[in-house]
């Protein structure tokens, strides 16, 4: 089953505040993570990946970080935008990167809301 | 358009009716995945195809359920006399293997209300 999820369901912020939502997982095995934005009505949309043998990775606007000991993913938002609206997903994949990338577990998600 | 495509966007089908869903990856990617989504909930996924052979299917892929990807290309999803229980919003992703990242480009879903 599924050992990703997430602490809050939903995140109101205001505009041009950081924004940080938060993910734990259980499975010591998972060796890579990705931070999914999803807009009504559309499909999941990658935003930044991290390999487990890192513990940060910075994007445009976008930083996670990742901390082993435990077991816990963030995704921080600078200067969030009302565009930002969203449902936000990590998603973890355990074991072989080779043969089995792809079958990613996906948590709950949290729907961030940005005010005007 | 070069991203992934679905149709149809929205299906509503008595139960016991058949099903099929279609996705058109984005040309040059060789993996192609299936996965179902629920209200409230992130994407399930039910299986992949590397070209046409397909190398993994979840548990939650029930005997009602078949996808193909016979020419390593398109690939339909199948589901036999659905249930309540099936609707859901079906995405299709597809990737290049040997990319430098795990990125899967999500189609917009096809999703199916069973009554």
């Known amino acids: 089953g599924e050992s990703v999820g997430l602490h809050l369901p939903t995140l109101s912020v205001q505009e041009g505040d950081n924004s940080i939502i938060n993910c734990a997982y259980s499975?010591?095995?998972?060796?890579?993570f990705i931070w999914y934005k999803q807009e009504s009505g559309k499909g999941p949309q990658f935003i930044i990946d991290?390999?487990?043998?890192?513990d940060k990775r910075q994007g445009q606007r976008v930083t996670v970080l990742l901390n082993k000991t435990v077991k816990h993913l963030s995704l921080q938002i600078a200067a969030t935008q009302p565009g930002d609206s969203a449902v936000y997903f990590c998603?973890?994949?355990?074991?072989?990167?080779?043969?089995?990338?792809?079958?990613?577990?996906f948590g709950r998600g949290t729907q961030l809301t940005v005010w005007p | 358009d070069t991203g992934v495509s679905q149709n149809p966007r929205h299906k509503i089908t008595k139960r016991g009716q058949n099903v099929t869903f279609r996705c058109d990856p984005i040309?040059?990617?060789?993996?192609l995945y299936w996965y179902r989504q629920t209200l409230g909930q992130g994407p399930e996924f039910l299986t992949y195809?590397?070209?046409?052979?397909?190398?993994?299917k979840s548990r939650l892929l029930s005997d009602r359920f078949s996808a193909e990807r016979p020419k390593g290309s398109f690939s339909t999803l199948e589901i036999q006399r659905t249930e309540q229980g099936d609707s859901a919003m079906y995405l299709c992703?597809?990737?290049?293997?040997?990319?430098?990242?795990?990125?899967?480009?999500f189609g917009e879903g096809s999703r199916l209300t069973v009554l």
């Open positions: 499975n010591s095995a998972s060796d890579y």
């Open positions: 040309s040059e990617h060789n993996r």
């Open positions: 195809f590397q070209n046409e052979a397909q190398l993994e």
């Open positions: 998603a973890e994949n355990i074991g072989d990167r080779g043969s089995t990338l792809g079958r990613l577990y």
């Open positions: 991290i390999r487990s043998n890192m």
């Open positions: 992703a597809s990737s290049l293997r040997g990319a430098n990242t795990g990125e899967l480009f």
